[in-house]
T-cell receptor, first 120, second 112 residues
Framework: GAVVSQHPSWVICKSGTSVKIECRSL??????MFWYRQFPKQSLMLMAT?????????EQGVEKDKFLINHASLTLSTLTVTSAHPEDSSFYIC????????????????FGQGTRLTVV | GQSLEQPSEVTAVEGAIVQINCTYQ??????LSWYQQHDGGAPTFLSY????GLEETGRFSSFLSRSDSYGYLLLQELQMKDSASYFC?????????????FGAGTRLFVKA
């Protein structure tokens, strides 16, 4: 199956600093990527849909100015957590779709390995 | 809005069969997916049902009834390695084609 790589796998940062997380599709082009966050023993909450060459679509309740998403190429989307606070500590996961597969609207999304962010 | 309900925990013994149910309420529906997630890991795709009926993939089967907004994941011949969280997820209309909304997850404990 398609491979999605996420970097870094874990990061510790100080309160008030910004952290950038990268999501790359390694062997396919992804015009759409999804960003999720997951608190311990809870579900994956969709934060936003990242679209190549255009603005991301954020889910209700997600602060656009705090979670900056850039999808500058067909293989890379980045999530920047700005002015991080301890409550932003979470597991962030991206996923991407491989549009080369027939039936693109039904194509499964492939997940990165996740990034564990700890804000101290 | 969208909501999915599934049991929070299920316990079963090795070799047994377990069924994890999921009911959903969404605005727009393309299909129901199931994912497995081990602690600290990323979700891995198990199955997807767009049409009513049963889909079988090895030891795992998934069922969907769109009229009942209901589906289930059936795990047979349980193994210890099946201990994980299982999420049902609805594929709904979204930017770029669709988005995936996850349920709260069911923690499966497999005992010897």
């Amino acid at each position: 199956g398609a491979v999605v790589s996420q970097h870094p796998s874990w990061v510790i940062c100080k309160s008030g600093t910004s952290v950038k997380i990268e999501c790359r599709s390694l062997d396919f082009q992804a015009t759409t990527m999804f960003w999720y966050r997951q608190f311990p023993k809870q579900s994956l909450m969709l934060m936003a849909t990242s679209n190549e060459g255009s603005k991301a679509t954020y889910e209700q309740g997600v602060e656009k100015d705090k979670f900056l998403i850039n999808h500058a190429s067909l293989t890379l989307s980045t999530l920047t957590v700005t002015s991080a606070h301890p409550e932003d500590s979470s597991f962030y996961i991206c996923s991407a779709r491989d549009l080369s597969v027939a039936g693109a609207t039904n194509t499964e999304a492939f997940f990165g390995q996740g990034t564990r962010l700890t804000v101290v | 809005g969208q909501s999915l309900e599934q049991p929070s925990e299920v316990t079963a013994v090795e070799g047994a069969i377990v069924q994890i149910n999921c009911t959903y309420q969404t605005s727009g529906f393309y299909g129901l997916s199931w994912y497995q997630q081990h602690d600290g890991g990323a979700p891995t795709f198990l199955s997807y049902n767009a049409l009513d009926g049963l889909e079988e993939t090895g030891r795992f089967s998934s069922f969907l009834s769109r009229s009942d907004s209901y589906g289930y994941l059936l795990l047979q011949e349980l193994q210890m390695k099946d201990s994980a969280s299982y999420f049902c997820a609805v594929r709904a209309p979204g930017t770029g084609g669709f988005k995936t909304i996850f349920g709260a997850g069911t923690r499966l404990f497999v005992k010897a």
